[in-house]
């Protein structure tokens, strides 16, 4: 990963010392509850501090939790101010209609990155549990492709993606195809680039190449 430098692209993550470039989307590979939480919290803790947009989709049985996880990991966080820090259930973000959309999801991220700047903010991150995947949405068979159209949103923006993943309940086959659209990777509690991504505009020619039109329009 990045070193801390005076670079203004920088930021720091807010665990593990590290820092990275904005634009950056990053899958985090966790075991334990304790390991999700230090990176989900301490990611946004570090964004409360800096009063970025802070957008958190915990998984359903932690939802209630997630303002005192963030309390505890950012004691200064009093309340939830929803200029600053939208909470979210899965079904509200990723498929409100029902069924999940590779499209709807990018121009809900566009909405979101749109309305931050007309409140003249301009740093976003954005980290969610993505164990509601393992349910019988419609279209959730669409979520890789959508995940690796998400790079193509996220370069050039100073906005940051964690989507994390419990090794625990995902096939090893999904957490492959994971890693196929990811850059970068958080796991063991070190963050590493990875080696087995694949640009979007190949992995969409490859496996969803019915995506490749809105990649270009992104």
Not at 145 to 151: C, K, Q, R, W
Request: charged content about 20%; some cysteine.
């Amino acid at each position: 990963m990045h070193l801390k430098t005076s670079d203004l692209s920088t930021m720091e993550l807010g665990f593990g010392d590290y820092t990275c470039n904005w634009g950056t989307h990053f899958c985090g590979l966790f075991e334990t509850e304790a390991e999700r939480n230090a990176i989900m919290f301490g990611f946004l803790a570090q964004g409360y501090r800096e009063q970025e947009l802070l957008v958190c989709c915990p998984c359903e049985s932690c939802h209630d939790q997630a303002v005192e996880n963030l309390r505890v990991a950012c004691p200064d966080f009093t309340q939830a101010d929803p200029h600053l820090f939208r909470l979210l259930h899965s079904k509200e973000l990723y498929y409100p209609e029902g069924a999940f959309s590779p499209l709807d999801m990018l121009k809900a991220h566009d909405n979101i990155w749109d309305d931050n700047l007309r409140h003249d903010r301009k740093n976003v991150r954005g980290t969610a549990d993505m164990s509601w995947a393992l349910e019988k949405v419609p279209g959730v068979e669409n979520l890789m492709a959508y995940e690796s159209l998400l790079n193509t949103f996220i370069w050039g923006k100073q906005w940051i993606s964690i989507c994390l993943y419990n090794v625990n309940i995902f096939p090893g086959s999904t957490i492959m195809k994971v890693l196929q659209v990811h850059p970068f990777v958080i796991t063991g509690g070190g963050i590493f680039e990875n080696p087995y991504f694949v640009p979007p505009e190949q992995w969409l020619t490859k496996y969803a190449p019915e995506f490749l039109k809105v990649m270009k329009r992104s």
